[in-house]
């Protein structure tokens, strides 16, 4: 009788328990301020922030992922069809089972809760699943250090109930599986997903659902203790899963710092510059689709040089007539020795790649053709730092060639006798104007050595100087943003000696002395290109381009340890032309249009150095007869004294017995000598100049006065 009636005066609590909860509320009600508007279900969405940034291609399609928010990690908001059923009825079961029945608010477990606290010291809470998405929404409901404040509390329920007015059931649920925490700084269902157990919300299982679910209330509990609480849960719906179970997966997946695998990574070093400007969502000019293709082309090709020392490589493709990059890989990932380094602008060695612009300076002031003659023979040029010696590649000399074939097969010493024949400083001005910032020194210190690629450059200024070529000598900057500011296309090279050495460079029978006609710079449309290799063999180049686009590839090792055994058709070569055909599987490349001053003429050589054949000029530079073998296309030097000698006299010679001798060659033409702007009266190859203490500038000069050559020398 007496357990009865205690049992009655227990119900009769908490029959009273929530009309008491009213009137404890009631002062609240009538002193609370106006509610502070809900937002709606898609402010909230719109207002969502991943924790990562993202790069997207031309098409809009994420090619790579950088997290920039270190407070929490959220990935993309998740739709409720997204997302497993399983773990949708375990969150319901655990946090909230009449969620489908009430309007924000459980007045019975509200009352529950009440009867809970009032008899025991171990707390109950009796937040709905919309109380807690209002908690979320707004942070002033959320507790302070202790626990929530009574008018804390009321708001929570107002808050609650106009949620419930303006949004779905569906709308309130996916919101709030998006925005809770689960375990240490994983917010978001998917970012715990992923994190945990690796998989999309959408693949969770049960088992993964349930422990998920038994998170919520403690993100941070130890394993053992998660495993307990999903293993009491797994009880309360019926499921089959065992307590083992539990443990285990909780131990596997709780106990180990969680990582969330990047869904794409193809552009990360593009991604670091682009993202790193503050920025949580940019479209770049890239390709994804190209991108991915020169991805798995370049590991493939270092995979096949691995016998070679070759770990490293770079691939950047340009459009020719916008500057939009559409690949930029800028080494080949997690196989490369230093997967940070950006190949793409990493200074290298040029090698031969710097040819091209040599001679078209050259032709453009049509000191050359490509019909012109040069000697390829031994070549002693005297430098204040002793004698240049070039060599060929392959140490063998050809004699008397013709431009087109000592460019087309890339020998070294007719370029260093257009060097001669130009002079070092305009040719290193010309590379300047072509966008090689890298070139910061004057033309003195990069000497003779220059025309054979002596020069650290990077393959995106190569690239972008072989594009200028493709656009008929204009140049205008690369770019990877559509936002980034066009810059007014220059004319740096003239359209006639961009379109000569075009020609030169996508002739396949002139370049077969030295590759042969069947190589890898042979494709079936219309392309021009240039391959080079440096000293030592640490870097291997090819660059070249078709009518839509420019490719550039460079393969070496960014630790600078030397290649073996590779030469410009076996290593970067090949890459290239894969490169190429990929991107014109299904766009055509035809040869460019000549300019309306470019002539075609039939051209013969004496001694039939070459066959006969017919060649292109700038009007007026065409042989009128059969091109003779002679060094007129050599420019008159002044082999001693070098420039900056210091010349001391000897006190035991009588002074009018000292002579010094000034030599010039090659002795084709007369030129006068000419000491300090005063004329000697000598034009002879060979003078000997009787000496005079002091600092002279000594100098040839042509019949119209021009000078022809200079250098400076010291006499003590």
Same mark, same amino acid.
């Given at each position: 009788?007496?357990?009865?009636?205690?049992?009655?005066?227990?119900?009769?609590?908490?029959?009273?328990?929530?009309?008491?909860?009213?009137?404890?509320l009631?002062?609240?009600?009538?002193?609370?301020?106006?509610?502070?508007?809900?937002?709606?279900?898609?402010?909230?969405?719109?207002?969502?922030?991943?924790?990562?940034?993202?790069?997207?291609?031309?098409?809009?399609?994420?090619?790579?992922?950088?997290?920039?928010?270190?407070?929490?990690?959220?990935?993309?908001?998740?739709?409720?069809a997204?997302?497993?059923?399983?773990?949708?009825?375990?969150v319901?079961?655990?946090?909230?089972?009449?969620?489908?029945?009430?309007?924000?608010?459980?007045?019975?477990?509200?009352?529950?809760?009440?009867?809970?606290?009032?008899i025991?010291?171990?707390?109950?809470?009796?937040?709905?699943?919309?109380?807690?998405?209002a908690?979320?929404?707004?942070?002033?409901?959320?507790?302070?250090?202790?626990?929530?404040?009574?008018?804390?509390?009321?708001?929570?329920?107002?808050?609650?109930?106009?949620?419930?007015?303006?949004?779905?059931?569906?709308?309130?649920?996916?919101?709030?599986?998006?925005?809770?925490s689960?375990?240490?700084?994983?917010?978001?269902?998917?970012?715990?997903?992923?994190?945990?157990?690796?998989?999309?919300?959408?693949?969770?299982?049960?088992?993964?659902?349930?422990?998920?679910?038994?998170?919520?209330?403690?993100?941070?509990?130890?394993?053992e203790?998660?495993?307990?609480?999903?293993?009491?849960?797994?009880?309360?719906?019926?499921?089959?899963?065992?307590?083992?179970?539990?443990?285990?997966?909780?131990?596997e997946?709780?106990?180990?710092?969680?990582?969330?695998?990047?869904?794409?990574?193809?552009?990360?070093?593009?991604?670091?510059?682009?993202?790193?400007?503050?920025?949580?969502?940019?479209?770049?000019?890239?390709?994804?689709r190209?991108?991915?293709?020169?991805?798995?082309?370049?590991?493939?090709?270092?995979?096949?040089?691995?016998?070679?020392?070759?770990?490293?490589?770079?691939?950047?493709?340009?459009?020719?007539?916008?500057?939009?990059?559409?690949?930029? @890989? %800028? !080494?080949? #990932?997690?196989? +490369?020795?230093?997967?940070?380094?950006?190949?793409?602008? /990493?200074?290298?060695? $040029?090698?031969?790649?710097?040819?091209?612009f040599?001679?078209?300076?050259?032709?453009?002031?049509?000191?050359?053709?490509?019909?012109?003659?040069?000697?390829?023979?031994?070549?002693?040029?005297?430098?204040?730092?002793?004698?240049y010696?070039?060599?060929?590649?392959?140490?063998?000399?050809?004699?008397?060639?013709?431009?087109?074939?000592?460019?087309?097969?890339?020998?070294?010493?007719?370029?260093?006798?257009?060097?001669?024949?130009?002079?070092?400083?305009?040719?290193?001005?010309?590379?300047?104007?072509?966008?090689?910032?890298?070139?910061?020194?004057?033309?003195?210190?990069?000497?003779y050595?220059?025309?054979l690629?002596?020069?650290?450059?990077?393959?995106?200024?190569?690239?972008?100087?072989?594009?200028? @070529? %493709? !656009?008929? #000598?204009?140049? +205008?900057?690369?770019?990877?943003?559509?936002?980034?500011? /066009?810059?007014?296309? $220059?004319?740096?090279?003239?359209?006639?000696?961009?379109?000569?050495?075009?020609?030169?460079?996508?002739?396949?029978?002139?370049?077969?002395?030295?590759?042969?006609?069947?190589?890898?710079?042979?494709?079936?449309?219309?392309?021009?290109?240039?391959?080079?290799t440096?000293?030592?063999?640490?870097?291997?180049?090819?660059?070249?381009?078709?009518?839509?686009?420019?490719?550039?590839?460079?393969?070496?090792?960014?630790?600078?340890?030397?290649?073996?055994?590779?030469?410009?058709?076996?290593?970067?070569?090949?890459?290239?032309?894969?490169?190429?055909?990929?991107?014109?599987?299904?766009?055509?490349?035809?040869?460019?249009?000549?300019?309306?001053?470019?002539?075609?003429?039939?051209?013969s050589?004496?001694?039939?150095?070459?066959?006969?054949?017919?060649?292109c000029?700038?009007?007026?530079?065409?042989?009128?007869?059969?091109?003779?073998?002679?060094?007129?296309?050599?420019?008159?030097?002044?082999?001693?004294?070098?420039?900056?000698?210091?010349?001391?006299?000897?006190?035991?010679?009588?002074?009018?017995?000292?002579?010094?001798?000034?030599?010039?060659?090659?002795?084709l033409?007369?030129?006068?000598?000419?000491?300090?702007?005063?004329?000697?009266?000598?034009?002879?190859p060979?003078?000997?100049?009787?000496?005079?203490?002091?600092?002279?500038?000594?100098?040839?000069?042509?019949?119209?006065?021009?000078?022809?050559?200079?250098?400076?020398?010291?006499?003590?």
């Amino acid at each position: 009788m007496k357990a009865l009636g205690n049992h009655l005066k227990y119900l009769t609590l908490f029959a009273i328990l929530p009309v008491a909860a009213f009137l404890c509320l009631l002062p609240l009600i009538l002193t609370s301020g106006p509610m502070k508007p809900v937002p709606a279900f898609e402010t909230v969405k719109e207002s969502y922030r991943r924790s990562e940034a993202i790069l997207l291609d031309r098409h809009g399609e994420i090619i790579y992922e950088m997290r920039v928010d270190e407070k929490g990690r959220r990935l993309e908001w998740t739709k409720l069809a997204e997302i497993s059923p399983a773990l949708i009825y375990a969150v319901i079961h655990v946090e909230d089972r009449r969620f489908y029945k009430h309007h924000g608010i459980d007045w019975n477990a509200l009352a529950a809760s009440a009867f809970k606290n009032a008899i025991s010291r171990k707390t109950r809470g009796a937040s709905t699943i919309t109380m807690q998405l209002a908690s979320l929404l707004d942070r002033k409901l959320r507790p302070g250090k202790l626990r929530k404040t009574l008018r804390q509390k009321w708001a929570q329920i107002l808050a609650a109930r106009n949620i419930e007015k303006s949004w779905s059931k569906v709308q309130i649920l996916e919101a709030y599986l998006n925005l809770i925490s689960y375990r240490s700084e994983l917010q978001g269902v998917r970012a715990a997903s992923k994190g945990l157990f690796g998989k999309e919300p959408s693949g969770l299982n049960e088992p993964e659902s349930l422990l998920l679910a038994s998170l919520i209330t403690s993100p941070n509990a130890e394993a053992e203790q998660v495993a307990q609480r999903a293993y009491g849960i797994a009880k309360s719906v019926g499921s089959p899963t065992k307590y083992d179970d539990f443990r285990n997966l909780a131990e596997e997946r709780l106990s180990l710092p969680y990582r969330i695998k990047p869904a794409v990574v193809l552009a990360p070093h593009v991604a670091h510059m682009l993202l790193s400007k503050g920025k949580t969502r940019i479209t770049s000019t890239l390709d994804g689709r190209f991108q991915k293709a020169a991805y798995e082309l370049l590991n493939h090709h270092l995979l096949l040089l691995r016998e070679s020392n070759v770990t490293d490589g770079a691939i950047l493709v340009a459009e020719n007539r916008t500057g939009e990059i559409l690949v930029y @890989l %800028a !080494n080949s #990932g997690i196989t +490369s020795g230093a997967p940070w380094m950006d190949g793409i602008i /990493a200074s290298r060695q $040029a090698g031969s790649t710097l040819k091209p612009f040599l001679y078209e300076l050259a032709i453009e002031k049509k000191l050359l053709t490509p019909a012109s003659v040069l000697e390829d023979s031994p070549l002693h040029i005297p430098t204040p730092n002793g004698l240049y010696v070039p060599q060929n590649y392959d140490n063998l000399f050809k004699g008397h060639v013709s431009v087109r074939t000592a460019l087309s097969a890339s020998m070294n010493i007719p370029a260093v006798r257009t060097l001669l024949l130009l002079g070092v400083e305009p040719f290193v001005e010309r590379l300047k104007k072509l966008g090689f910032e890298s070139l910061t020194q004057d033309a003195e210190y990069y000497g003779y050595s220059i025309a054979l690629g002596s020069a650290d450059i990077t393959l995106k200024e190569l690239t972008n100087a072989y594009r200028t @070529l %493709a !656009n008929g #000598g204009r140049w +205008s900057a690369l770019k990877l943003t559509f936002d980034d500011k /066009a810059t007014w296309p $220059a004319q740096v090279l003239d359209k006639e000696g961009a379109y000569i050495v075009s020609h030169i460079l996508s002739d396949r029978e002139a370049r077969s002395s030295t590759f042969g006609l069947e190589n890898p710079l042979s494709t079936r449309f219309w392309t021009a290109v240039k391959t080079g290799t440096s000293k030592d063999m640490r870097d291997n180049w090819c660059v070249g381009y078709s009518r839509t686009y420019t490719v550039g590839v460079w393969v070496g090792n960014f630790s600078g340890q030397p290649m073996r055994n590779v030469s410009g058709v076996t290593g970067a070569a090949p890459l290239w032309l894969e490169m190429m055909n990929y991107l014109h599987s299904g766009t055509p490349s035809s040869p460019p249009k000549a300019p309306a001053n470019i002539v075609f003429a039939d051209v013969s050589f004496e001694s039939d150095v070459e066959p006969p054949r017919k060649d292109c000029f700038i009007r007026g530079t065409e042989p009128a007869s059969t091109v003779r073998l002679n060094e007129l296309h050599q420019k008159a030097r002044i082999t001693y004294p070098t420039d900056g000698t210091l010349i001391a006299l000897d006190p035991e010679i009588p002074e009018d017995l000292q002579r010094i001798p000034f030599q010039f060659k090659p002795a084709l033409q007369r030129y006068e000598w000419v000491l300090n702007d005063k004329r000697t009266g000598s034009s002879d190859p060979l003078f000997l100049w009787k000496p005079e203490k002091g600092c002279f500038r000594l100098s040839i000069v042509d019949k119209e006065d021009r000078v022809i050559d200079s250098v400076a020398l010291t006499v003590k």
